[in-house]
T-cell receptor
Framework: KAGVTQTPRYLIKTRGQQVTLSCSPI?????VSWYQQTPGQGLQFLFE???????NKGNFPGRFSGRQFSNSRSEMNVSTLELGDSALYLC??????????????FGQGTRLTVV | AQSVTQLDSHVSVSEGTPVLLRCNYS??????LFWYVQHPNKGLQLLLK??????LVKGINGFEAEFKKSETSFHLTKPSAHMSDAAEYFC?????????????FGTGTQLKVEL
């Protein structure tokens, strides 16, 4: 069974540009979440999508947005990049249940560097 | 609001000796708790999860954790450390919100294993 796939693995962008990251969840998983990991702030929740709808949102500015397609694949977009957006962006997928016991399975991440 | 506190940012042990990584949680409800491990430049791998069943939870690679409600703790242990255990470990609480799957991470404990 294939795991969570994130593309690309590495990205270098210039300040002011925008970037789109992609995540393909485990087959059958309909919930996709995004997290930002930085040395200073640790792992922070960005948002979660389920059945093409944003179900939860973290405390990030509107420059961070996402979407989910009918096949559960998800994209995350960051506009007007800032140096502080440099981070490892992790995608996680989980089964569609309201139980709080659902564990998330993570991809290897996309390492974004803003110069 | 739910939160987790990892009491040690760095732990160093000798190979073959026990490992103890400490985690305290705060939750208004019965929490779901997880331990994840992250090796350098890798995504997060689930070690084990607590979901209100048995309080002693066994995970992969010989790790286990005990849920203690009276102490609001969920410490991770392993009887005998191996060099391959060197990594960063995250204690995580699952937050219910909108029926979604939002994870709140601790700040991480870097485990060093020495010969």
């Amino acid at each position: 069974k294939a795991g969570v796939t994130q593309t690309p693995r590495y990205l270098i962008k210039t300040r002011g540009q925008q970037v789109t990251l992609s995540c393909s969840p485990i087959s059958g998983h309909r919930s996709v979440s995004w997290y930002q990991q930085t040395p200073g702030q640790g792992l922070q929740f960005l948002f979660e999508y389920f059945s093409e709808t944003q179900r939860n949102k973290g405390n990030f500015p509107g420059r961070f947005s996402g979407r989910q397609f009918s096949n559960s694949r998800s994209e995350m977009n960051v506009s007007t990049l800032e140096l502080g957006d440099s981070a490892l962006y992790l995608c996680a997928s989980s089964l569609p249940t309201r139980a709080i016991s659902t564990e998330a399975f993570f991809g290897q991440g996309t390492r974004l560097t803003v110069v | 609001a739910q939160s987790v506190t990892q009491l040690d940012s760095h732990v160093s042990v000798s190979e073959g000796t026990p490992v103890l990584l400490r985690c305290n949680y705060s939750s208004s409800y019965s929490p779901s708790l997880f331990w994840y491990v992250q090796h350098p430049n890798k995504g997060l791998q689930l070690l084990l999860k607590y979901t209100s069943a048995a309080t002693l939870v066994k995970g992969i690679n010989g790790f286990e954790a005990e849920f203690k409600k009276s102490e609001t703790s969920f410490h991770l242990t392993k009887p005998s450390a191996h060099m391959s255990d060197a990594a960063e470990y995250f204690c995580v609480v699952s937050v219910m919100g909108g029926g979604g799957n939002k994870l709140t991470f601790g700040t991480g404990t870097q485990l060093k294993v020495e010969l």
